[in-house]
């Protein structure tokens, strides 16, 4: 299992800019041979930018109606909360990219029985992300965030949901902000052919260096650190800001790669 491929950026928009290249270059990869993407999309304010660019910049560089829209958690609210990742989605990219109801399938995040929810989410992605050997629904890619915590998804620190193998979709709590939330769980992630991290902002910074550099640090208190595909790429992309413990060979830039 090759270990994560690290860049860092000098600035978030320039992150932004190479994700959204990296996305609509593995879609056109994909497609060549296959006739759907699955992307799960991350929720949170880091990938906002992202979107905005797929969805103004690249609208003409990738036949969407053959990408299916995925998340990798949700907040268990209403589709139109504020706080609903399926609403920053959908206004950032998946309304403007006018991408049909059928081709986006949100967790139901507004489920009074958010256990119900979670099985009914399993059924979805197991019907129609394609499985791989081992029975277990390989993304194309899923998109990640990463908490000054070092959670991700809506896996939080010390969460019973970090030791589910059986279920690819948990409902779990949140140590911080909207508590009850539906989640990806830990073999999905890790069955996907690509998972790429955005991180940007000092306040990442700590969390970013236990995950990637810290050997004592317990993936347990670090849930990121768990997140390192069978036989897929993991690649995270940094700001400086988000880099900045990191040991100097990883503080290679990007442009000074180019
Ligand atoms: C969520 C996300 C979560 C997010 C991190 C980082 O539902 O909030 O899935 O894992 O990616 O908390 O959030 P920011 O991008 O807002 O820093």
């Not at 929720?43 to 995925?70: C, D, F, I, K």
């Not at 399938?105 to 992605?125: H, L, T, V």
């Not at 890619?141 to 000054?148: F, K, T």
């Not at 989640?183 to 690509?194: D, F, G, K, Y």
């Amino acid at each position: 299992m090759p270990g994560p491929e690290v860049r860092v950026f000098e600035q978030p928009s320039d992150l932004a800019t190479e994700a959204a290249e990296f996305l609509v270059w593995l879609s056109q990869q994909r497609l060549t041979h296959r006739s759907s993407f699955h992307v799960a999309l991350s929720g949170g304010s880091t990938p906002t930018a992202l979107y905005q660019r797929l969805a103004t910049n690249y609208a003409m560089h990738v036949n969407w109606p053959q990408v299916e829209w995925y998340f990798g958690d949700e907040r268990c609210v209403p589709a139109d909360h504020p706080d609903s990742n399926y609403r920053m989605a959908h206004q950032a990219l998946l309304g403007p990219l006018r991408v049909p109801a059928d081709r986006i399938f949100p967790m139901d995040g507004g489920n009074p029985n958010p256990y119900k929810a979670a099985e009914q989410y399993e059924e979805i992605i197991r019907r129609r992300v394609p499985a791989d050997a081992s029975g277990w629904p390989r993304f194309d890619l899923i998109l990640l965030g990463l908490g000054d915590d070092g959670h991700t998804a809506s896996l939080f620190p010390g969460s019973p949901a970090l030791k589910v193998h059986d279920r690819a979709v948990v409902a779990t709590e949140a140590s911080r902000g909207v508590r009850r939330r539906l989640t990806l769980t830990v073999p999905v992630l890790n069955h996907a052919r690509t998972v790429l991290f955005l991180v940007t902002g000092a306040e990442k910074a700590a969390a970013v260096f236990h995950v990637l550099e810290d050997p004592r640090a317990d993936p347990l208190d670090y849930p990121a650190k768990f997140v390192a595909p069978r036989e897929g790429r993991l690649l995270w992309y940094l700001d400086r800001s988000a880099a900045g413990r990191l040991s100097g060979t990883r503080q290679q830039l990007v442009f000074d790669e180019e």
